[in-house]
Nanobody
């Protein structure tokens, strides 16, 4: 299990871009799939993107083609590049170490992203 911490949130205008970062502790980071989730007020937390230990990626329908997840195992980092942002992307974004058969996984504290003019 690793501990994760997000950064990079903020206020951005519609159509703009933002890059979120997730710093992970622990020497086993490279073996875990990692995910970005988000939760808007009144909504359930939803999966935004996931990247496997081998670099395979998955995106939610609402962000596919606009967001890009990546990881740097040498730096224990996961990134979420968000382009063409809309007000509907406003939410708290969470980084997550996905659970495995031997690890329960872990969540970060979240970082607020607000898309508004």
């Amino acid at each position: 299990q690793v501990q994760v911490a997000e950064s990079g949130g903020g206020l951005v205008q519609p159509g703009g871009s933002l890059r979120l970062s997730c710093a992970a502790s622990g020497r086993l980071f490279r073996i875990y799939a990692m995910g970005w989730y988000r939760q808007a007020p009144g909504n359930q937390r939803e999966l935004v993107a996931r990247i496997s230990s081998g670099g395979n990626t998955y995106y939610g329908d609402s962000v596919n083609g606009r967001f890009t997840i990546s990881r740097d195992n040498a730096k224990n980092m996961v990134y979420l590049q968000m382009d063409s942002l809309t007000p509907e992307d406003t939410a708290i974004y969470y980084c997550k170490q996905e659970p495995t058969s031997t690890s329960p996984g872990s969540w970060g504290q979240g970082t607020q992203v607000t898309v508004s003019s």
